[in-house]
């Protein structure tokens, strides 16, 4: 999911569809939150190579990597994809 070396991670969880949908969830805890900027432009990197694969293989799963939710709270950094992140957005708000 991230090219950041894991030298620089102190723990985190990431769980995605087994029947190959777009869905994903991570949460990354970084050692350092300096390195959040990596992060989460790795994180990018990673949704943008998954709109492509879905670009070609499944067009209608594509709509939910471009509507992928990035976040950062100091050291944590969580991704989510989902048909729901709209309802994500509204909580955090």
């Known amino acids: 999911m991230s090219d950041l070396s894991y030298d620089l991670v102190d723990s985190?969880?990431?769980a995605y569809a087994?029947?190959?949908?777009?869905?994903?969830?991570?949460?990354?805890?970084l050692k350092d939150k300096s390195?959040?900027?990596?992060m989460m432009q790795s994180i990018h990197d990673h949704i943008e190579t998954r709109q492509g694969t879905f670009q070609e293989y499944d067009p209608e799963q594509a709509v939910m990597t471009e509507k992928a939710v990035?976040?950062?709270e100091g050291n944590y950094i969580?991704?989510?994809?989902?048909?729901?992140?709209?309802?994500?957005?509204?909580?955090?708000?």
Request: aromatic letters at 10%; proline letters at 0%.
């Open 12 to 14: 985190y969880f990431y």
């Open 18 to 29: 087994a029947n190959g949908t777009a869905e994903e969830i991570a949460v990354i805890k």
């Open 35 to 38: 390195d959040a900027s990596s």
């Open 70 to 72: 990035v976040t950062r």
């Open 78 to 93: 969580a991704l989510i994809i989902s048909s729901k992140t709209d309802l994500f957005k509204s909580i955090r708000k």
